[in-house]
């Protein structure tokens, strides 16, 4: 044999011993791998641990001979096609609507989604045709129970609030049990107008449930052929942090198919004008200023906007952007719906209010307070010297409403039978209005008000009456005489213009309601009413006969 060829034998012998010894040696392989080869040699040398010695596996059927002791048997997957490397490049409208497809179309439908609560049964949210026996055709978007989809953005959200800690209010928070999220849903399915009258601006756990609940019509709509240019959502902030904040609750729905863009005073201008040609998002973040800068570019349309949010509508008009949004709304041509959350409850913001919310509305807000119950309601106060002066204010009220009235507003008067109100009942009669004086016919022509009449209606009821009248679709109530006690007028105020932000008490006091005075000075300026001079000195002219 050559000297070479036996130098090259002994490199190959070498190369051999070395690999058999890394195969037997348990420290170059992995953990788990260590584990079973000395598990073998305790087991050839009839060393056992003593867990093993009492943990034994019976044959099966499947194992005869016990030789997988009692383990499953994982069969290897199939080797598959190559992915291509080279991906075709599609638009984002269409890649945006394969993902939801794939999504809410094809594991949504498979499996439920369950829910639990601590120390609360588990919740199950299966279809709505599996809980309400068939999908129903209705004039709304959602149904009163909410969809899977709603509960998989909900989902998705969640786990990216926790992982970056943005909860406003805590960090147990779970937004599918959410009280304030299951009642928009509740109000949103009536496919009316909406206003939040708690006095805050929109929290995080809010606009979860607001876009996830739009996600799920923009998605129902979609599969219906709807083909939009211009973004579904159109969300306006006051401030580039609100933006951001919003930004950030919607930015986990991109994995299901709805791209968010953000637009604020924080970036330039052009930068923001190439990134809206790059891309056709779904939903829209802005602040109203620099939205209105593009829109005079036209580097963006609006015209087919269908949901419209609001949010610290107070804060907004106190910066003086009032015109502003009230030319926002004119770039967009179709109706779209509206949710206003005002931040305030001074009356001044009401008539932006009313601009925005022009049909019928719903209120939405779990605060059981006074100035939330009569939020976008002003109170007219007046203090008369005769009872001549009342009839001629009362009167007076019914001419301008009928002059101003939309076609669903109502008027109700509440008389008193213990103040002498002849004259005023003469003249309301004299000018068509519905009177009911007894308890035996005032909850029925309330009725055949409300359902057999068809343009603005003017009641008139007895003030013992009024428990079982329906006040809360009645726009403007008239009190020529004032009520005896303040709780009255508190159940009134809070009962009435529930449908409608066009909502007006008028009250007209005179020397005899005194006593009441301060106790309706101090509501007035609770709810931050206007408090007129003269019921000042009414109130003062009481205390001093003290």
């Known amino acids: 044999m050559a000297k070479g060829d036996d130098a090259v034998r002994r490199k190959k012998n070498k190369a051999i011993c070395k690999k058999l010894r890394r195969k037997n040696d348990s420290s170059t392989v992995s953990a788990k791998a260590a584990a079973a080869i000395a598990a073998k040699k305790r087991r050839k040398a009839g060393k056992r641990r003593m867990c093993q010695g009492m943990c034994f596996s019976l044959p099966s059927p499947d194992d005869p001979f016990n030789d997988h002791h009692g383990k499953e048997i994982f069969k290897r997957k199939a080797p598959g096609k190559k992915k291509s490397t080279t991906k075709e490049k599609v638009p984002h409208r269409e890649e945006s609507a394969a993902k939801r497809e794939n999504t809410f179309g094809g594991n949504i439908s498979k499996k439920s989604i369950c829910l639990q609560v601590e120390n609360q049964p588990v919740i199950e949210v299966t279809d709505m045709a599996d809980r309400c026996g068939g999908v129903q055709q209705r004039n709304c978007e959602l149904s009163e129970l909410p969809s899977k989809f709603v509960f998989l953005c909900l989902s998705s959200i969640e786990n990216a609030l926790h992982h970056g800690d943005a909860y406003s209010d805590g960090e147990d928070n779970i937004l599918s049990v959410d009280t304030w999220g299951l009642e928009f849903l509740k109000c949103y399915s009536t496919g009316k107008d909406l206003i939040e009258t708690s006095g805050t601006s929109a929290t995080t756990e809010q606009v979860a449930w607001i876009v996830s609940g739009v996600a799920d019509t923009f998605v129902r709509k979609e599969k219906q052929g709807l083909s939009l240019g211009s973004p579904f959502l159109l969300f306006l902030v006051p401030s580039q942090e609100k933006a951001l904040q919003v930004r950030t609750v919607c930015k986990p729905l991109k994995s299901l198919g709805i791209h968010t863009v953000s637009i604020h005073s924080g970036a330039t201008l052009d930068h923001q004008i190439q990134g809206l040609k790059s891309c056709e998002p779904e939903f829209l973040v802005s602040t109203p200023e620099r939205l209105m800068e593009l829109l005079s570019l036209k580097a963006i349309d609006i015209s087919d906007v269908s949901i419209l949010v609001v949010d610290g509508l107070s804060t907004v008009c106190s910066a003086g952007y009032a015109d502003t949004i009230k030319s926002i709304k004119s770039f967009i041509s179709s109706d779209p719906r509206v949710l206003v959350f005002n931040d305030s409850f001074n009356h001044t913001s009401i008539p932006m209010v009313r601009h925005l919310l022009n049909g019928s509305i719903c209120r939405l807000s779990l605060s059981n307070k006074i100035t939330s119950l009569s939020s976008c309601i002003i109170q007219s106060v007046r203090v008369c010297t005769s009872d001549e002066e009342k009839l001629l204010k009362s009167t007076e009220a019914l001419d301008q409403f009928r002059s101003s009235c939309s076609h669903n507003s109502n008027m109700l008067y509440i008389l008193r039978k213990d103040i002498k109100c002849n004259k005023l009942v003469k003249t309301l009669k004299g000018r068509g209005c519905c009177i009911s004086l007894d308890s035996n016919t005032a909850s029925s022509n309330d009725r055949v008000d409300s359902n057999s009449r068809s343009g603005p209606v003017v009641s008139a009821i007895d003030l013992e009456n009024l428990s079982t009248a329906e006040i809360g679709r009645y726009d403007v109530v008239v009190l020529p005489s ?36 301060g106790q309706l000075i101090s509501i007035l300026e609770q709810c931050e009413q206007e408090v007129p001079e003269t019921l000042q000195d009414l109130h003062h002219k009481s205390e001093m006969k003290k």
Not at 483 to 505: C, F, Q, W
């Open 482 to 517: 004032f009520v005896p006690s303040m709780d009255t007028y508190i159940h009134i105020l809070t009962k009435m213009a529930r449908e409608s932000v066009n909502g007006v008490l008028h009250s007209f006091l005179t020397a005899e309601d005194g006593e009441l005075a």
